[in-house]
């Protein structure tokens, strides 16, 4: 059982930066996929990126080149650097883990989420 927990949301202005943290319970946090999505109200859940066990990392077309995810497992902890933010980011931003290298099936846990808001 793996337990989720983001942090790191807020308000900034477009073309700042954000760091959402991603702090997972339990001893075998190394083992994970671990990635991030979010979600607009009214709108379907969408991949943002994602980080494997063996650090292989992927991410979706829109935010390539801006955001850049991390782990550290020392800490238990991913990471989703978000820079050079535009409005159009703005969503509540959720963790996921799976204990799988193929980060595109489904996931077993998720965090709560977190709202990021971007203003224009």
């Known amino acids: 059982q793996v337990q989720l927990v983001e942090s790191g949301g807020g308000l900034v202005q477009a073309g700042g930066s954000l760091r959402l943290s991603c702090a997972a319970s339990?001893?075998?946090?190394?083992?994970?996929?671990i990635s991030w999505f979010r979600q607009v109200p009214g709108k379907e859940r969408e991949f943002v990126a994602a980080?494997?066990?063996?650090?292989?990392?992927y991410y979706a077309d829109s935010v390539k080149g801006r955001f850049t995810i991390s782990r550290d497992n020392a800490r238990n902890t991913a990471y989703l650097q978000m820079n050079t933010l535009k409005p159009e980011d703005t969503a509540v931003y959720y963790c996921?883990?799976?204990?799988?290298?193929?980060?595109?099936?489904?996931?077993?846990?998720w965090g709560q989420g977190t709202q990021v808001t971007v203003s224009s």
């Open positions: 996921a883990a799976r204990r799988a290298l193929d980060y595109t099936g489904p996931y077993s846990y």
């Open positions: 980080i494997t066990y063996i650090g292989d990392t």
């Open positions: 339990g001893p075998t946090f190394s083992s994970y996929t």
